[in-house]
């Protein structure tokens, strides 16, 4: 149990335009989602947390305008890339808070690759 | 600010070998810790600890948590290459995730 499907798991865009990145819950509700990005060789840094119907939180540098976060049902977290630019290349990933449905509280997405030419 | 800092940042071990991988924390309102493999994909769970001197064992791996001393480390036992990966090491309070750089594991045959 606890599966949380993302998607997609890679995408190419052009500069300039906005990429949206999926992660559906299947089988629990997901009250709160964080996002991340992991740049080659490092570690995943948390861009923000989001709860089901109400605004995301976002960590210190993370540009709210520029990562448009959604959460608008139990089982949907969206992140929208908007007007990407090369240096938003990364590997993005997303984490819901299973609470009881796993026993240990956290599941990740499969992550998405961007690459932004 | 919450601190997660993991070491070696990276080792190169023969098939067979034994690694203990380190990682000590500073955070507030710590819950729990988790170490998780990552391959080029998202990462995958191997434990969590929340009790001070309880090894968490499962195959070759096991993990122990310090929360005096503020660390855990994780073993693996007769590496095999398999297990070339890198090791994140993460702490959750107020139920957000901090993570350690990671330890990258390259087993050679």
């Known amino acids: 149990g606890a599966v949380v499907s993302q998607h997609p798991s890679r995408v190419i865009c052009k500069s300039g335009t906005s990429v949206k990145i999926e992660c559906r819950s299947l089988?629990?509700?997901?009250?709160?989602m964080f996002w991340y990005r992991q740049f080659p060789k490092q570690s995943l840094m948390l861009m923000a947390t989001s709860n089901e119907g109400s605004k995301a939180t976002y960590e210190q540098g993370v540009e709210k305008d520029k990562f448009l976060i959604n959460h608008a049902s139990l089982t949907l977290s969206t992140l929208t890339v908007t007007s990407a630019h090369p240096e938003d290349s990364s590997f993005y990933i997303c984490?819901?808070?299973?609470?009881?449905?796993?026993?240990?509280?956290?599941?990740f997405g499969s992550g998405t690759r961007l690459t932004v030419v | 600010e919450d601190k997660v800092v993991q070491s070696p940042l990276s080792l190169v071990v023969h098939e067979g070998d034994t690694v203990t991988l380190n990682c000590s924390y500073e955070v507030t309102n710590f819950r729990s810790l988790l170490w998780y493999k990552q391959e080029k994909k998202a990462p995958t769970f191997l434990f969590m600890l929340?009790?001070?001197?309880i090894e968490k064992k499962s195959g070759r791996l096991s993990s122990i948590l310090d929360k005096k001393e503020l660390f855990s480390i994780l073993n693996i036992t007769a590496t095999q290459t398999g297990d070339s990966a890198v090791y994140l090491c993460?702490?959750?309070?107020?139920?957000?995730?901090?993570f350690g750089a990671g330890t990258t594991v390259t087993v050679r045959a």
């Open positions: 984490s819901a808070w299973t609470g009881g449905a796993s026993n240990y509280g956290y599941t």
């Open positions: 993460a702490v959750s309070s107020d139920y957000k995730l901090s």
């Open positions: 089988d629990f509700q997901a009250t709160t």
């Open positions: 929340t009790s001070s001197g």
